[in-house]
């Protein structure tokens, strides 16, 4: 089997939803090692959502297939000491957030 075209990069996901873990799972099919961090207990919503349908089909949709995750509590400092350790592996990051709540 060949090498894959982005083997050995190493992508940190800190998204949730939609756009940043899919961004993930194409970049892990394609050879990249992609670390997907979660806040612990919760995860990624899209985990409990039930699967899409195309024409009464059920289509299979998991983001995080190809990924390697990690659950943190997003709590300082220890969260951003964990950040800094998995972001100094990272080629790329990939992150898409919740607007701040007032």
């Known amino acids: 089997m060949s090498e894959m075209p982005l083997s050995g990069l190493t992508v940190l996901e800190l998204g949730h939803s939609i756009a ?22 919760v995860g990624n919503p899209v985990r409990d959502w039930g699967p899409p349908y195309t024409d009464g089909i059920a289509t299979p949709f998991a983001p995080s297939q190809s990924c390697r995750c990690y659950a943190t509590a997003i709590h300082p400092p220890a969260w951003w ?22």
Not at 21 to 35: C, D
Not at 87 to 92: E, G, L, M, T
């Open 81 to 102: 000491q964990r950040l800094k350790a998995l972001n100094s592996r990272a080629f790329a990051n990939l992150g898409k957030f919740e607007p701040a709540r007032s």
């Open 20 to 41: 940043a873990p899919y961004a993930g799972l194409v970049l892990a099919e394609r050879g990249a090692e992609v670390i997907k961090v979660e806040r612990t207990g």
